[in-house]
């Protein structure tokens, strides 16, 4: 769907800085694009991507300082230099999986979000277009 996708906007693109129609037909694309933009369904799309972007922006920067707080924790326990040193490294270690997990899913979660969007412009560009012919 993604491929489908970019060829119909790399295709628009390209019709619209090669058309020879003048500015009037330049004028035309743009506000049928706005149109589309500012429907209901695609602005839905927008405020789900924003606000899933938002929350799992969150979970990395939570993850690291967690891990920030249990290596410093350790680093400050009782003993000597070196088994502080020790502590912290093994603190760090032992936190690796969950910065990679947050990192993940993060990164999981826009990806799922950035789909979601571009499905639902689509389709909301579909039904405008059907609207537009009738």
Avoid: C, F, H
């Amino acid at each position: 769907m993604r491929g489908k996708v970019g060829i119909v906007i790399g295709l628009a693109a390209g019709y619209v800085l090669g058309a020879r129609a003048g500015r009037q037909r330049y004028e035309q694309i743009k506000e049928q694009a706005l149109k589309v933009w500012n429907l209901p369904p695609v602005q839905e799309q927008v405020d789900k991507a924003k606000d899933l972007a938002k929350s799992s922006a969150m979970a990395l920067p939570t993850t690291l300082w967690n891990t920030a707080v249990k290596v410093t924790k350790a680093a400050s326990s009782k003993g000597t230099p070196g088994d502080r040193l020790d502590a912290a490294v093994k603190a760090g270690k032992e936190s690796v999986d969950d910065v990679a997990q947050a990192a993940g899913t993060t990164a999981d979660a826009v990806k799922d979000a950035a789909e979601d969007a571009i499905d639902g412009v689509a389709q909301a560009a579909k039904s405008a277009r059907k609207r537009t012919e009738s």
